[in-house]
């Protein structure tokens, strides 16, 4: 079955870039009328929509977080990429991939990755 | 911008019923599917409704959902109780405009 796979630095510094990778396994990441997301939870709170790629590559941005994110889709790989720029402390959090449809839920969902802003 | 309310925590006893809410900020909620998720201490959120009040495989049919427009909410129902029911519960939905998808904040659903 289909299934994602969060990777990338668990510790990132100030007003760096968090750069996260997303890989799908027993499926393709090119299949039609999908959406690739990226969902992010700072320990102890909500879940909070970061932004997605539909399979042909157009994107949608959380607007509180758009002028820093970039995602972005290597079909070759079949992954997807998360770019935070700029990062505080309150960037910290767990971040998920997920797949999801137009109107479809999320899932499945990667296990998650703790990332960690400091110095 | 659009938002998802819940109540920050319910809690009911084992074999009860427990149901709850997710509002909608403004525009009707009807007009876009609600999906429920379900997350564990430590693990990823996993669809127990979608499309409104729908059950994936697996799912029990003590969890339902339902939609109701005269509150502007959506909300999910969780009969017959079991401590392992103990979760917290997110409401999530798609706007047409910006914000494209919506999470509500989380309800934390203890069974004593």
């Known amino acids: 079955q289909l299934q994602l796979q969060e990777s990338g630095p668990g510790l990132v510094k100030p007003s760096e870039t968090l750069s996260l990778t997303c890989t799908v396994s027993?499926?393709?990441?090119?299949?039609?009328?999908?959406?690739w997301g990226w969902i992010r939870q700072p320990p102890g709170k909500g879940l909070e929509w970061i932004g997605s790629?539909?399979?042909?590559?157009?994107?949608y941005y959380n607007p509180s977080l758009k002028s820093r994110v970039t995602i972005s889709v290597d079909t070759s790989k079949n992954q997807f990429s998360l770019k935070l720029s700029s990062v505080t402390a309150a960037d910290t959090a767990v971040y998920y991939c997920?797949?999801?449809?137009?109107?479809?839920?999320?899932?499945?969902w990667g296990q998650g990755t703790l990332v960690t802003v400091s110095s | 911008n659009f938002m998802l309310t819940q109540p920050h925590s319910v809690s009911e006893s084992p074999g009860k019923t427990v149901t709850i809410s997710c509002t909608g900020s403004?525009?009707?909620?009807?007009?876009?599917?609600v999906q429920w998720y379900q997350q564990r201490p430590g693990s990823a959120p996993t669809t127990v409704i979608y499309?409104?009040?729908?059950?994936p495989s697996g799912v029990p049919d003590r969890f339902s959902g339902s939609i109701d427009s005269s509150s502007n909410s959506a909300s999910l129902t969780i009969s017959g109780l079991k401590t392992e029911d103990e979760a917290d519960y997110y409401c999530?939905?798609?706007?047409?405009?910006?914000?494209?998808?919506?999470f509500g904040g989380g309800t934390k659903l203890t069974v004593l």
């Open positions: 997920a797949r999801h449809g137009a109107v479809a839920p999320f899932d499945p």
């Open positions: 403004s525009g009707s909620i009807a007009s876009n599917y």
């Open positions: 999530q939905s798609y706007d047409s405009s910006n914000p494209y998808v919506v």
């Open positions: 027993g499926g393709s990441i090119s299949s039609s009328s999908y959406y």
């Open positions: 790629i539909y399979y042909s590559g157009s994107t």
């Open positions: 499309e409104d009040n729908q059950r």
